[in-house]
């Protein structure tokens, strides 16, 4: 079939929306009509020197839409479900089998190449070349994609499409991080390093959990404010002198602490500032190695790597959608929609901060 989509073509160029051929949805998969699709600071992965993708790459990995077709041995979604895209996995490895399909063996090569684990397409653009439209299972930035439909999270005709997105990843990643993975505990301290949209959904989720103390430390005073707004009891710019000294002064240590930022040195001082048994948890694509003192963890610190928050998507994403009926988890508040037209600017926005979650709209 004929779509749109914004396809890049090299690490260093804009994207630009084209015309291109989709192939049917095959058995297993479905076709989804993107509404909304969110950019995440994942999908410009692509753009690091040495990064392990292809090119040219349809990115996004934060859509959600409604299902116009579905392959051979489909019974769920149904042709006209209101679906969120997630991440991809294999749904018989270990991990999968196991109820963490975040751990799948085969993440990496089914979510941050751009293509199929066999290395196939099913795009191609005007002049008949392959594209790239594996990106995490979805390759979103599109009018049409074909998704597995086990990664296909099926929600309610009455909320609103163009929002959800986000939960797909972003949002699930932050809340599901403090909510599944470190199963912060009612009356316990926490830490957010970054206040983008994982660690804001990080702040609201700890809020939820009934946490005692909520810390966000961002170096935006806008974004401190929104923290602030959303659940932190207080917030703090990483500049401040003696930051750690300053943070375990304010509790004591902290019993979780979650560092959104994926910068080494950040990380260590997430580490630094948990009591003696305290959990640090890291999501995120690592800028660099982290190092860490001798004595770090010797004391009885434990460092755990999260990924897309631990979660079962089809569990946890219409969990976070009641939480937002009921106004306890209003992620909306971070959201700013542009035109899937306007893809440029909403990177270029989302880079320089001005944007917590750009959202694409998509008018197929």
Known sequence: MRTRAAVL????????????????????EVLVRVVGVGLCHTDL??????????????????????????????????????????FDSCAGCRGCLAGSPSTCDSFF?????????????????????????????QSSFAAHAVVAARNVVPVGPDVPLELLGPLGCGVQTGAGAVLEALRVPAGANVVVFGAGAVGLSAVMAAKLAGAAAVVAVEPRAGRRALAERVGAHR??????????????????????AL??????????????????????GLVGIPTGDLTLGRRALAVGRTVMGIIEGGVVPRVFVPQLVELWRQGRFPFDCLVETFPLSAINDAEGAAVRGEVVKPVLLVDA
């Open 259 to 280: 560092d959104t930022t994926g910068i080494p040195s950040v990380a260590a001082d997430a580490v630094a500032s948990l009591t003696p048994r305290g959990v640090c």
């Open 9 to 28: 073509r090299g690490p260093d160029q804009p994207f630009a929306l084209e015309d291109v051929r989709l192939e049917e949805p095959a058995a297993g």
């Open 235 to 256: 917030s703090m710019d990483p500049a401040a002198p003696d930051l750690v000294d300053q943070l375990r002064g304010l509790t004591g240590g902290f019993d979780f």
């Open 109 to 137: 090569e089914r979510n941050l190449t751009g293509r199929a684990v066999d290395g196939a397409t099913t795009m191609v653009d005007g002049a008949h070349a392959p594209v790239a439209n594996r990106w995490f299972g």
């Open 45 to 86: 992965f692509p753009r690091r020197p040495q990064a392990p993708v292809s090119f040219p790459l349809v990115a996004g990995h934060e859509g959600a839409g409604v299902v116009e077709a579905v392959g051979p041995g489909v019974a769920e979604p149904r042709v006209g479900d209101h679906v969120v895209l997630s």
